[in-house]
Nanobody, 115 residues
């Protein structure tokens, strides 16, 4: 199983980025797809989740600024990040949780918010 994340980069505060992650997992076996992030010196934290039914959940720190979505009938998840802040700087990881109880992780993509 491969998860290919892309879209990270350097952006100024207040800017936007869109992350994407394509998973080589059957759409029928996906329970949920999520984005996590890990800032330097901090633990990895859950940013946003979207379930197979389309329900979403967000960390309080990104509510109203980030939007998670999925491409219909495909194992691809997006994270639209608006109004970015320096504290959003982190490596962002894509996660797929399957009905088999297995979690898959992508390699991560670096987002740097700085002027």
């Amino acid at each position: 199983v491969q998860l290919q994340a892309s879209g990270g980069g350097l952006v100024q505060p207040g800017g936007s980025l869109r992350l994407s992650c394509a998973a080589s997992v059957s759409i029928f076996n996906i329970n949920a797809m999520s984005w996590y992030r890990q800032a330097p010196g901090k633990q990895r934290e859950l940013v946003a989740t979207i379930t197979s039914g389309g329900s979403t959940d967000y960390a309080d720190s990104v509510k109203g600024r980030f939007t998670i979505s999925r491409r219909n009938k495909q194992s691809t998840v997006y994270l639209q990040m608006n109004s970015l802040k320096p504290e959003d700087t982190a490596v962002y990881y894509c996660n797929v949780a399957t009905y088999d109880g297995v979690d898959y992780w992508g390699k991560g993509t670096l987002v740097t918010v700085s002027s």
